[in-house]
C-alpha cells in the first residue's frame, strides 16, 4: 500500500465529468481514465455524454475514415 495517494492533477473552476459516478466534478476528482475533460463550464460536463455520442456518430459518418469508399 502506498504512503502517499496521488491526486488528479487538475485547476479549480476546470469542470469533468466522471464516467464511474456519472456526475459532474470540480477538480478534478477522480482518476483520468475515469472522466471527461476538462470543460469551461459545469453545463459542458453536464452534456459530455451527449456530446460524445455526436461526435462519435460524426466520426463513424466522416467519409474521410472509411474504408469501403472507391
Keep these: 500500500m502506498a504512503?502517499?495517494?496521488r491526486r488528479p492533477v487538475g485547476k479549480p473552476g476546470e469542470?469533468?465529468?466522471c464516467l464511474r459516478h456519472q456526475k459532474v466534478e470540480e477538480g478534478?476528482?477522480?482518476r483520468a481514465a475515469d472522466r471527461f475533460g476538462p470543460y469551461g463550464t459545469r453545463e459542458e460536463a453536464a452534456h459530455?455524454?451527449?456530446t460524445a455520442r455526436e461526435r462519435n456518430v460524426e466520426w463513424e459518418t466522416d467519409q474521410r475514415w472509411r474504408d469501403d469508399r472507391t
Design 3 to 5: 504512503l502517499f495517494k
Design 15 to 17: 469542470w469533468y465529468y
Design 28 to 30: 478534478p476528482e477522480c
Design 48 to 50: 459530455a455524454m451527449e
